[in-house]
């Protein structure tokens, strides 16, 4: 029986068991897994997700050895919804393969897949970050293109994270977030690409001593073969205990695209996902792509958070509008580019929760005053339109029942300051500053 017609015959409200017995194994038969290659009711620690795949070797057979599964699928009664993403079902359900996911025992797993049979949506795991990669996609249409444009995704091959640092507040630390972190990782052994796409201030440049290309950047933003080879630059850094020099790779702001271009004409120019395709020429390339973004939302705010995976976003406790700002990209600015990633069949992209940078003394009145401002920020959140709930982006610890309301945070530190001063990144200078960035980097990416 073809997946048309598994999906003809089930029952309209059918249950998580009709669903799962039915509809499974024909779906991951349909996305390239044989009988040999699937396993249901994998055990992940003392629980159990619906169903695990993974393509078989010669010598080891994934329904025999039971190891290193590939993909998770989570599956779900027809009448819970999944289609709107702001549905306690849906984030219930997003939530549980989330947890799957990121359990020691699934360190294999790169894929996460949820579905009721109506719907369903493939998610990706990149080291601790689970993203998205499609939107919720109907399964009463082409089903022949959704299974198409999974298994598009399913092989192709590992792929960078892109990264935007943002916050529409100036000088709260995205440029300097965004350098020691492509410091860190690179003392990490990954492969890092870092764009400095604030033209108007080309700090990142500066800041490594790189002067800025000319005219180079803009041609490529136009292009529709863009590669982005050509515009990357190495950073080395020379560290006297390490027989090899450390660095990074880097796409430096280019003059000409703030110079003579007003900003209808390089709206017109230079389209939304302009950034994005370009970075995905090199995608294969890195393990993460960080983007240094503007303090403001005008073109290349928009078009850093287009092209990004998910954002980054740097704030600080003594900044009332550092705060709102950080809850307004949340609530607005993201989901404004979500709906235009959408409209091109994409997911994402994403926000992590929020982080206090320069968090320096805070005296137990500061610190209240700050709660009192973000439970407002949450307060308004919630009775907006979307009826968006920030808590988990301001406390990530903070669970129901027990009120955690711990931040994530980079502390004031004069090493990183003085770090500009030298042209270095502080995480390479500075043991002290390198082990705060190791931290943020523990905290959200490994
Ligand atoms: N944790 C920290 N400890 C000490 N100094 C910091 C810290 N984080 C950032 N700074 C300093 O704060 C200043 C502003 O930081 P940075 O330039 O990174 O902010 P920004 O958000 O990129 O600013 P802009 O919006 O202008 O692009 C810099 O002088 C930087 O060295
Ligand atoms: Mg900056």
Redesign the pocket.
């Known amino acids: 029986m073809s997946l048309e017609q598994t999906l003809q015959f089930l029952p309209s409200d059918a249950t998580e068991a009709i669903v799962e017995g039915n509809f499974s194994k024909p779906f991951l038969k349909a996305l390239g897994f044989e009988d040999l290659e699937m396993v249901p009711q994998f055990p992940v620690s003392n629980r159990a997700v619906d169903h695990a795949a993974r393509k078989n070797t010669s010598n080891d057979i994934f329904l025999e050895s039971f190891k290193n599964p590939h993909l998770y699928m989570e599956v779900k009664a027809r009448s819970e919804n999944l289609a709107d993403q702001c549905h306690p079902n849906y984030c219930r359900a997003a939530q549980q393969l989330k947890h799957y996911l990121l359990d020691p025992a699934s360190k294999s797993v790169k894929w996460g897949l949820l579905t009721n049979s109506l719907h369903a949506q493939l998610f990706r795991k990149h080291g601790k970050v689970v993203h998205p990669v499609t939107p919720c996609l109907p399964l009463d249409g082409d089903i022949k293109r959704v299974v198409k444009d999974l298994k598009q995704h399913l092989e192709s091959p590992r792929r960078a994270l892109i990264v935007a640092v943002y916050?529409n507040?100036?000088?709260?630390?995205?440029?300097?977030?965004?350098l020691n972190l492509a410091a860190t990782l690179a003392l990490l052994k990954k492969r890092v690409l870092v764009v400095d796409f604030?033209p108007n201030?080309s700090?990142l440049g500066d800041a490594l001593n790189l002067k800025p290309l000319r005219g180079k950047i803009l041609d490529i933003l136009k292009s529709k073969e863009a590669d982005a080879r050509d515009i990357i630059t190495s950073y080395k850094f020379e560290h006297p205990k390490l027989p090899e020099p450390l660095g990074f790779d880097v796409i430096l702001a280019d003059e000409d695209l703030i110079s003579d271009v007003d900003e209808a004409k390089l709206k017109q120019q230079v389209k939304l996902h302009a950034l994005r395709r370009v970075l995905e020429s090199v995608q294969g390339e890195y393990d993460y792509i960080l983007i240094?973004a503007?303090?403001n939302w005008r073109v290349f705010a928009q078009k850093a958070i287009y092209a990004a995976d998910v954002v980054l976003i740097?704030a600080r406790h003594d900044n009332l509008h550092s705060l709102q700002n950080a809850g307004m990209a949340i609530t607005r600015f993201i989901p404004e580019m979500q709906a235009e990633r959408r409209r091109f069949g994409e997911a994402g992209p994403m926000a992590l929760p929020i982080f206090m940078?320069?968090?320096f003394r805070i005296s137990d009145a500061q610190l209240q005053l700050m709660h009192q401002a973000v439970a407002k920020i949450i307060k308004d959140g919630r009775s907006s339109p979307t009826k968006f709930d920030l808590t988990p982006y301001f406390y990530p610890k903070f669970r129901k029942g027990h009120k955690d309301l711990r931040m994530i945070s980079?502390?004031?530190?004069?090493?990183?300051?003085r770090?500009?001063f030298m042209h270095i990144p502080a995480a390479f200078a500075f043991k002290p500053a390198r082990e705060?960035y190791l931290n943020l980097v523990k905290e959200y990416f490994l």
């Open positions: 916050n507040k100036g000088g709260v630390g995205k440029t300097t977030t965004t604030d201030q700090d240094d503007p303090p740097p940078n320069n968090a980079i502390p004031y530190m004069a090493y990183i300051s770090a500009d705060q």
